[in-house]
């Protein structure tokens, strides 16, 4: 869902390709975000490519550096989430890439500090977190009622896109 999201923002026309930028794979939601958007890329015939960061947190950044100045533009860019975004912003700022009219970008959990606060403001996809909420409630009861019910992971969706500058 949150991929959708952010495929449905950046989807505009003019636009030639179109990537993924993710923090760990380790990170199962990194990888989740990564596979749906690639996926619904090329579903729709649409050139994307992906940087997923292998290296530690300065070689990272370099490497994400040339991965962006190499990218054809125009490029709409989803990032895994908001800190990945504000990597991308600031790295753009420094190569003179500029946003959104080069690189569209997108990211998520819409963390307010984060995207209200960046140099360039970042549109993010954001969590229903009113269902999350009632999510956890609900494993709380149950568990309360019969602690020895197993733990389980529950997901929850978007509930849609916050729309800033970039």
């Known amino acids: 869902m949150d991929a959708r ?8 026309p003019g636009m030639k390709h179109y ?6 794979k380790h990170f199962w939601w990194s990888a989740e975000r ?3 958007f690639i996926s619904g ?8 490519s992906t940087f ?3 290296l530690p947190e300065g070689d990272y950044l370099k490497e994400l550096a040339l991965w962006l100045r190499k990218l054809p533009k125009p490029c709409g860019i989803f990032a895994d989430n908001d800190v990945t975004a504000l990597k991308v ?3 753009c700022s420094a190569l003179n890439i500029a946003i959104p009219e080069e690189i569209k970008l997108v990211g998520c959990d819409n963390n307010t500090d984060i995207c209200e606060k960046s140099p360039i403001p970042i549109s993010s996809v954001c969590p229903d977190y009113e269902n999350a909420a009632m999510l956890c ?7 309360i009622a019969d602690p020895s019910v197993a733990p389980r992971t ?3 969706h978007a509930s849609g896109l916050v729309r800033r500058t970039s």
């Open 19 to 24: 990537a993924f930028v993710g923090s760990q």
């Open 154 to 156: 529950v997901k929850y």
């Open 34 to 36: 990564s596979k749906a």
């Open 5 to 12: 999201i952010a495929a449905t923002e950046l989807l505009s």
């Open 52 to 54: 997923e960061r292998k």
């Open 41 to 48: 890329m090329r579903a729709a015939n649409l050139p994307c």
């Open 137 to 143: 409630a609900k494993l709380i009861e149950e568990r």
């Open 89 to 91: 912003v600031e790295i």
